[in-house]
């Protein structure tokens, strides 16, 4: 979480230096204020397809638990696959 919003900060202050350079006419303070912003975008597109990744992971082994609990008659294990398919299924919203 703290690196989502670390590239979102970034992303934020990247643009507002890009636009303070472009309107002060300081093109080195927009150059760089244009860099941050595209590489916290590209950081933060690349977390969230980790994420997704995981939310993908998360949903397998949610279903595959609750289909050996429903074998085994393992309630817990039932339970436990419930809440990894919805962790997973939030997961891969982000």
Do not use: F
Not at 33 to 61: F, P, S
Request: net charge positive.
């Amino acid at each position: 979480m703290t690196e989502r919003l670390s590239n979102t900060a970034n992303s934020y202050i990247g643009s507002a230096k890009q636009t303070i350079g472009e309107t002060i006419g300081n093109n080195n303070l927009a150059a760089s204020g244009a860099q941050q912003k595209a590489q916290a975008d590209a950081a933060q597109k690349a977390a969230d397809a980790k994420t997704h990744a995981e939310g993908i992971g998360h949903k397998i082994q949610g279903s595959v638990q609750q289909n050996v609990g429903s074998m085994t008659g393992n309630t817990d294990m039932q339970a436990r696959g419930v809440a990894n398919e919805v962790r997973g299924d939030m997961e891969r919203k982000v």
